[in-house]
């Protein structure tokens, strides 16, 4: 938890008197050591160093019991005594700038207890039995959550298992984290004393880690300034020139967010509609993202319109006011009210154009949505508390803020992490993955899945390890590949070895090229590394062509507008009766007939062969040949009961491919004499009704052949 000393670099504001969000006051270091210094204050009586606490604290609680932030400052104080700073401050002022900041967005009194202790039982002699007789279990649980690992007992493996347990303890009790990130921040706000390289690396583990789990947890108020802090150290270039961008801006003379949120306040006057019309300056990662995709700024582009009310029904009546007075942008509007994201995130968003063409980006929420969207969980106070269960009745398992649905999955696969480095490496993946949809199973139960996660995922996220035996999927009641990639509102049903009459599966390399979560690849690795030898094979082998009694296509009844002309039907499409068809004049007098849907009618005509009417004449007395093509789940034996269920159809099959099974599947190519026309439709049935065939249909072959 060590903090370091004060950063002068750390952005701040940059818009002078513009209208904005509460500024975050730093803390006075110097006057805060001092109080620290005189020790603790008469039994009963507030320290004047929590003063700035407590104002914060009361703010959002005005009836809190302060005598436990009391005792826990008097402890921390005495047992930090002595202790400095790298940058000389008594150390008792990094657990008083860490309190701040989560008194200032709203955590509870508990919260606030155990951040004043939170490096107790690291860095002094207070053990954690003291912590729990003289604050309670509660506290004593956070106070370890956030406690790190010795080097000493795990070397290098201390940073990794120190997070492995911090994310073990937040799936208790999400406010381990709340603790953790604000320590983060007051840490890298006063970064500015250490070796270069270990700023890199802390600022580094914060971009990687740190600020993946605030936007998940929807604490962006700590979010946005990390991203700076971090962008400042690790792109100190980009970073200089998108502050002076924002300088420059904020000295011009005429500002047009500031133009049109008077036009807006106008508007929504005249309307009747009581709201506060804000201007909410982007912070310089958002700043440096803008420039990155528009290239050239505009003045409005520094910042957004933030638009509060009080009710939900008034953000809608805001949206319906803003887009008939002003040009919407269509593809700008999104709906998080209706929808929330999965950290609890609920606002409308938009965008207008004023006469002129300038551009406005706009946020309607009301004020309770604007305080979970800055502080996240930790607005919530103590979710695990009756208070706290009226924001479990939202969309699922992603709106729990006791469980997320992204930290149930992890949680899932961090117990199968084989080693601290896979674990790193894997957590740092997963939180890479930076939006996340809701899939539908069949029973109307969901499953949570990062942003590209294919079916394989889904298999292993409702099934575990026992997705191992998983052959495919119906997406939306169609069948697909278990490489199918998701969508969010998709509902996918996952078929397993003894389904559709498949037998068993196994897992191959190729699913891995699929995986996109962790739990996912772990499973599948830990599989293949206890079958080296690589999935078994129980389809059937490759074949070679089967080649049954010759026969010549019969093209007797298609009868062409050409006289004299001789008749071939087109193997690319092996048009029979009722098909409607077409032909086209090739060299030797013949006309080749295809179907009209067939792709080969397109090259015919760029070809600039010459279109020949066909039609059918007796389309019931004749043989045909078509090419059909059976898709099955592979198993045994299947070969043997697709040619039984032809022959009993009483078809001649002419020949036969069998390709190699991918992905517990087999496609099957057959090339069939027909006894009449009107019998296709009744054998394409017969071999649909053989177990572990999903699919058959006509073959469409892109061959020079098909001339």
Same mark, same amino acid.
């Given at each position: 938890?060590?903090?370091?000393?004060?950063?002068?670099?750390?952005?701040?504001?940059?818009?002078?008197?513009?209208?904005?969000?509460?500024?975050?006051?730093?803390?006075?270091?110097?006057?805060?050591?001092?109080?620290?210094?005189?020790?603790?204050?008469?039994?009963?009586?507030?320290?004047?160093?929590?003063?700035?606490?407590?104002?914060?604290?009361?703010?959002?609680?005005?009836?809190?019991?302060?005598?436990?932030?009391?005792?826990?400052?008097?402890?921390?104080?005495?047992?930090?005594?002595?202790?400095?700073?790298?940058?000389?401050?008594?150390?008792?002022?990094?657990? &008083?700038?860490?309190?701040?900041?989560?008194? /200032?967005?709203? %955590? #509870? !009194?508990? =919260? +606030?207890? *155990?951040?004043?202790?939170?490096?107790?039982?690291?860095?002094?002699?207070?053990?954690?039995?003291?912590?729990?007789?003289?604050?309670?279990?509660?506290?004593?649980?956070?106070?370890?959550?956030?406690?790190?690992?010795?080097?000493?007992?795990?070397?290098?493996?201390?940073?990794?298992?120190?997070?492995?347990?911090?994310?073990?303890?937040?799936?208790?009790?999400?406010?381990?984290?709340?603790?953790?990130?604000?320590?983060?921040?007051?840490?890298?706000?006063?970064?500015?004393?250490?070796?270069?390289?270990?700023?890199?690396?802390?600022?580094?583990?914060?971009?990687?880690?740190?600020?993946?789990?605030?936007?998940?947890?929807?604490?962006?108020?700590?979010?946005?300034?990390?991203?700076? &802090?971090?962008?400042?150290?690790?792109?100190? /270039?980009?970073? %200089? #020139? !998108?502050? =002076? +961008?924002? *300088?420059?801006?904020?000295?011009?003379?005429?500002?047009?967010?500031?133009?049109?949120?008077?036009?807006?306040?106008?508007?929504?006057?005249?309307?009747?509609?009581?709201?506060?019309?804000?201007?909410?300056?982007?912070?310089?990662?958002?700043?440096?993202?803008?420039?990155?995709?528009?290239?050239?700024?505009?003045?409005?582009?520094?910042?957004?319109?933030?638009?509060?009310?009080?009710?939900?029904?008034?953000?809608?009546?805001?949206?319906?006011?803003?887009?008939?007075?002003?040009?919407?942008?269509?593809?700008?509007?999104?709906?998080?009210?209706?929808?929330?994201?999965?950290?609890?995130?609920?606002?409308?968003?938009?965008?207008?154009?004023?006469?002129?063409?300038?551009?406005?980006?706009?946020?309607?929420?009301?004020?309770?949505?604007?305080?979970? %969207? #800055?502080?996240?969980?930790?607005?919530?106070?103590?979710?695990?508390?009756?208070?706290?269960?009226?924001?479990?009745?939202?969309?699922?398992?992603?709106?729990?803020?006791?469980?997320?649905?992204?930290?149930?999955?992890?949680?899932?696969?961090?117990?199968?992490?084989?080693?601290?480095?896979?674990?790193?490496?894997?957590?740092?993946?997963?939180?890479?993955?930076?939006?996340?949809?809701?899939?539908?199973?069949?029973?109307?139960?969901?499953?949570?899945?990062?942003?590209?996660?294919?079916?394989?995922?889904?298999?292993?996220?409702?099934?575990?390890?026992?997705?191992?035996?998983?052959?495919?999927?119906?997406?939306?009641?169609?069948?697909?590949?278990?490489?199918?990639?998701?969508?969010?509102?998709?509902?996918?049903?996952?078929?397993?070895?003894?389904?559709?009459?498949?037998?068993?599966?196994?897992?191959?390399?190729?699913?891995?090229?699929?995986?996109?979560?962790?739990?996912?690849?772990?499973?599948?690795?830990?599989?293949?590394?206890?079958?080296?030898?690589?999935?078994?094979?129980?389809?059937?082998?490759?074949?070679?062509?089967?080649?049954?009694?010759?026969?010549?296509?019969?093209?007797?009844?298609?009868?062409?507008?050409?006289?004299?002309?001789?008749?071939?039907?087109?193997?690319?499409?092996?048009?029979?009766?009722?098909?409607?068809?077409?032909?086209?004049?090739?060299?030797?007098?013949?006309?080749?007939?295809?179907?009209?849907?067939?792709?080969?009618?397109?090259?015919?005509?760029?070809?600039?062969?010459?279109?020949?009417?066909?039609?059918?004449?007796?389309?019931?007395?004749?043989?045909?040949?078509?090419?059909?093509?059976?898709?099955?789940?592979?198993?045994?034996?299947?070969?043997?009961?697709?040619?039984?269920?032809?022959?009993?159809?009483?078809?001649?099959?002419?020949?036969?491919?069998?390709?190699?099974?991918?992905?517990?599947?087999?496609?099957?190519?057959?090339?069939?004499?027909?006894?009449?026309?009107?019998?296709?439709?009744?054998?394409?049935?017969?071999?649909?009704?053989?177990?572990?065939?999903?699919?058959?249909?006509?073959?469409?072959?892109?061959?020079?052949?098909?001339?």
């Amino acid at each position: 938890m060590s903090a370091e000393a004060t950063n002068p670099a750390t952005p701040g504001p940059i818009t002078p008197g513009a209208p904005r969000r509460r500024a975050r006051p730093r803390i006075d270091l110097r006057r805060l050591g001092r109080a620290a210094l005189l020790g603790p204050a008469a039994r009963g009586r507030l320290p004047d160093a929590i003063g700035h606490v407590v104002e914060a604290h009361r703010a959002h609680y005005p009836d809190a019991d302060l005598e436990p932030l009391r005792r826990a400052y008097v402890l921390a104080e005495s047992s930090h005594r002595g202790q400095m700073r790298k940058s000389g401050e008594p150390y008792i002022t990094h657990p &008083l700038a860490v309190t701040l900041i989560l008194a /200032e967005l709203g %955590a #509870e !009194t508990t =919260t +606030l207890t *155990a951040s004043l202790l939170h490096d107790t039982v690291e860095d002094t002699d207070v053990t954690l039995d003291q912590v729990r007789e003289e604050f309670g279990e509660e506290v004593a649980y956070l106070v370890d959550g956030v406690t790190k690992l010795e080097k000493v007992d795990y070397g290098a493996a201390a940073e990794p298992e120190t997070f492995r347990k911090m994310l073990v303890a937040t799936g208790n009790d999400v406010r381990v984290m709340s603790i953790k990130l604000a320590d983060r921040l007051h840490n890298m706000r006063t970064l500015g004393v250490m070796r270069q390289e270990k700023q890199e690396r802390i600022a580094k583990v914060t971009r990687d880690v740190l600020i993946p789990l605030a936007e998940r947890l929807g604490v962006q108020a700590l979010k946005t300034e990390l991203e700076d &802090l971090v962008f400042a150290i690790l792109h100190p /270039e980009e970073y %200089a #020139e !998108t502050r =002076t +961008l924002m *300088a420059l801006n904020a000295a011009r003379g005429d500002d047009p967010l500031a133009a049109i949120a008077d036009e807006v306040r106008g508007v929504l006057r005249e309307a009747g509609l009581s709201a506060e019309v804000l201007i909410r300056p982007r912070h310089f990662v958002s700043v440096h993202r803008v420039k990155r995709k528009r290239g050239e700024l505009r003045g409005s582009d520094f910042g957004r319109l933030l638009v509060l009310v009080a009710e939900d029904a008034d953000c809608y009546g805001v949206l319906g006011e803003l887009h008939t007075c002003f040009t919407p942008v269509v593809a700008e509007f999104k709906d998080f009210i209706a929808v929330p994201k999965f950290n609890l995130y609920q606002s409308l968003h938009t965008a207008v154009a004023r006469a002129d063409g300038e551009v406005a980006e706009v946020l309607i929420r009301t004020h309770q949505m604007h305080k979970v %969207a #800055e502080a996240g969980v930790v607005a919530l106070g103590n979710p695990y508390t009756p208070s706290g269960e009226e924001h479990l009745d939202t969309v699922g398992e992603r709106a729990d803020p006791t469980r997320p649905g992204w930290l149930s999955r992890l949680l899932d696969w961090q117990q199968s992490a084989p080693d601290a480095d896979t674990f790193w490496s894997t957590l740092r993946e997963d939180l890479a993955q930076d939006r996340e949809i809701t899939v539908f199973r069949p029973d109307g139960g969901t499953i949570g899945l990062p942003a590209g996660a294919s079916c394989v995922d889904a298999a292993y996220a409702q099934y575990g390890e026992d997705a191992h035996a998983c052959i495919g999927a119906r997406v939306n009641g169609r069948l697909a590949t278990l490489s199918t990639v998701l969508k969010d509102g998709d509902t996918v049903q996952l078929l397993m070895a003894g389904t559709e009459g498949a037998a068993a599966s196994e897992p191959s390399r190729d699913w891995l090229d699929h995986a996109r979560t962790p739990a996912a690849r772990i499973a599948i690795r830990r599989w293949l590394a206890t079958h080296p030898e690589g999935p078994s094979d129980t389809g059937p082998e490759p074949r070679a062509p089967y080649s049954g009694p010759s026969a010549r296509p019969a093209a007797a009844n298609a009868v062409v507008d050409q006289p004299g002309a001789s008749v071939r039907l087109a193997g690319c499409c092996t048009p029979v009766p009722p098909d409607e068809v077409t032909g086209f004049a090739i060299r030797g007098g013949v006309v080749t007939v295809h179907r009209v849907a067939c792709s080969g009618v397109e090259r015919m005509k760029d070809a600039g062969r010459a279109e020949v009417g066909v039609h059918w004449a007796d389309a019931q007395s004749a043989e045909y040949r078509v090419t059909l093509l059976a898709e099955s789940f592979s198993r045994p034996h299947l070969l043997a009961d697709l040619t039984e269920a032809i022959a009993l159809e009483g078809v001649a099959i002419i020949s036969a491919t069998v390709e190699p099974p991918a992905q517990g599947r087999v496609r099957h190519t057959y090339t069939l004499q027909l006894p009449d026309a009107a019998h296709l439709q009744a054998l394409m049935r017969a071999m649909r009704n053989v177990p572990g065939v999903y699919d058959v249909g006509r073959a469409q072959h892109a061959t020079a052949g098909a001339l």
